[in-house]
């Protein structure tokens, strides 16, 4: 059974401040995607990796995919109250599986 | 723009009752998906569709059943709704490519009394 692991799983921070939340697994994933839920919303597909080392950005928000592909990083510069949601990570391992895995998520507060 | 629309934001129903949850996307995919989201658990998947009239069973499909007459349409049905199926329930779709791109619709929050 693959499982990802998201770390920190709450994070409260003022508005302003840089952040980094992990995604961790001991399995290898084809690609692995972000997305962010806000409350009583479904979440929303952010970005996805594929390749190993690959590092995309969005605005302020930077994401990496970890050299063996079982890891990634989402880094916030300057957050702002707009950021706060749940941030999940999901791992696809292509083939003939069709599902992904998600973490937990990490909850992000963001403080005016 | 693309869209998967859940039929009801909100839903309160007793105990025993059965339960109808509908989900259609307007993006073609093969793939749907029903999962339920819990504090502290995590999205878990119920079921999932990769064509129409196909079906596999999730991490959690006790107590549940799915149709899919067509393509855009999935269905979730409780059977006899008890109160630990009190959850947000989501669908989503993909296509049948590797990078498996979920596209979710914007919950049902369902309470069973």
């Known amino acids: 059974t693959q499982l990802l692991e998201q770390s920190p799983q709450f994070l409260s921070i003022q508005e302003g401040e840089n952040l980094t939340v992990y995604c961790n697994s001991s399995s290898v994933f084809s690609s692995l995607q972000w997305y962010r839920q806000e409350p009583g919303e479904g979440p929303v597909l952010l970005v996805t990796v594929v390749t190993g080392g690959e590092v995309k950005k969005l605005k302020r928000l930077t994401f990496q995919f970890g050299d063996a592909r079982k890891d990634s990083s989402l880094h916030i510069t300057a957050a702002q109250p707009g950021d706060t949601g749940l941030y999940l990570c999901?791992?696809?391992?292509?083939?003939?599986?069709?599902?992904?895995?998600f973490g937990k998520g990490t909850l992000l507060t963001v403080n005016p | 723009d693309v869209k998967v629309t859940q039929s009801s934001r909100y839903l309160v129903k007793r105990t025993g009752e059965k339960v109808f949850l509908e989900c259609v996307q307007d993006?073609?995919?093969?793939?749907m998906f029903w999962y339920r989201q819990d504090p502290g658990l995590g999205l878990r998947l119920i079921y999932f569709s990769y064509d129409v009239k196909m079906k596999e069973k999730g991490d959690i499909p006790e107590g549940y059943s799915v149709s899919r007459e067509k393509k855009e349409r999935f269905s979730l049905i409780l059977e006899s709704a008890s109160t630990n199926q009190t959850s947000m329930y989501l669908c989503?779709?993909?296509?049948?490519?590797?990078?498996?791109?979920?596209?979710f619709g914007q919950g049902t929050r369902l309470t069973v009394v």
């Open positions: 993006m073609d995919h093969e793939n």
């Open positions: 989503a779709s993909s296509s049948p490519h590797y990078l498996l791109e979920a596209f």
């Open positions: 999901a791992g696809g391992s292509g083939g003939s599986n069709y599902k992904l895995t």
